[in-house]
């Protein structure tokens, strides 16, 4: 069982950055995709970042709509996932999760479906 926490939520002005966490109960970076959605109310999920760890180095995929903003990465050492926001905007304004997924990530990391472990949540918020 994977036990997934994530801090680092809150509310800024439209321009400004955060930076996510999510403290991880194991060892992700061994063999896990770790990932980042958001979701606003009434909506689905929305893949927003993930990453996967090889020997060589880390693959990540991000969505369109943060590409150029937001970076995601791992802290091997202190089993924690972040996301580094920058240039926020109002529209990014949504409950962010974190999820694992005992795979390697691939084309498909966006479905939601693919991940069985999810944190409890940090609301973002983005003011114009």
């Known amino acids: 069982q994977v036990q997934l926490v994530e801090s680092g939520g809150g509310s800024v002005q439209a321009g400004g950055s955060l930076r996510l966490s999510c403290a991880a109960s194991?060892?992700?970076?061994?063999?896990?995709?770790m990932a980042w959605f958001r979701q606003v109310p009434g909506n689905g999920r929305e893949g927003v970042a993930s990453?996967?760890?090889?020997?060589?180095?880390?693959?990540?995929y991000y969505a369109d709509s943060v590409k150029g903003r937001f970076t995601i990465s791992q802290d091997n050492a202190k089993n924690t996932l972040y996301l580094q926001m920058n240039s926020l905007k109002p529209e990014d304004t949504a409950m962010y999760y974190c999820?694992?997924?005992?795979?390697?990530?691939?084309?498909?990391?966006?479905?939601?479906?693919?991940?069985?472990?999810w944190g409890q949540g940090t609301q973002v918020t983005v003011s114009s």
């Open positions: 999820a694992a997924a005992f795979r390697v990530c691939t084309s498909d990391w966006f479905r939601g479906g693919n991940y069985n472990y």
């Open positions: 990453l996967y760890t090889y020997t060589f180095g880390d693959r990540t």
């Open positions: 194991v060892n992700t970076y061994k063999g896990y995709c």
